[in-house]
Nanobody, 116 residues
Framework: QVQLVESGGGLVQAGGSLRLSCAAS????????MGWYRQASGKQRELVAN???????NYADSAKGRFTISRDNAKNTVDLQMNSLEPEDTAVYYC??????????WGQGTQVTVSS
């Protein structure tokens, strides 16, 4: 199994920045895609951004231009730099990894709260 440990959430004022980090350990063989999802209260979990091993990235429209995802393949980490945060970004953010054959793992989630 893959274990994911997230860090970096917290409370920030609108317009501020936060950086989320996620470290993968355990059976990491075959991890292809790493990314971040979020779930706001009363809403479905949604993709924020992901990055594949080769470096290609994919962002939700709401994240484009404000968030940057990066990955360190040697350390098995994925970070999400979030700038110009808005109250609408308030959610629990989950790290996600997927292996080439489709199996995936989730982190425990980290709360991000943006005050207006």
């Amino acid at each position: 199994q893959v274990q994911l440990v997230e860090s970096g959430g917290g409370l920030v004022q609108a317009g501020g920045s936060l950086r989320l980090s996620c470290a993968a350990s355990g059976n990491i063989f075959g991890i292809n895609r790493m990314g971040w999802y979020r779930q706001a209260s009363g809403k479905q979990r949604e993709l924020v951004a992901n990055i594949i091993t080769g470096g290609r990235t994919n962002y939700a429209d709401s994240a484009k231009g404000r968030f940057t995802i990066s990955r360190d393949n040697a350390k098995n980490t994925v970070d999400l730099q979030m700038n110009s945060l808005e109250p609408e970004d308030t959610a629990v953010y989950y790290c996600n990894v997927m292996k080439a054959w489709g199996s995936q793992a989730w982190g425990q989630g980290t709360q991000v709260t943006v005050s207006s």
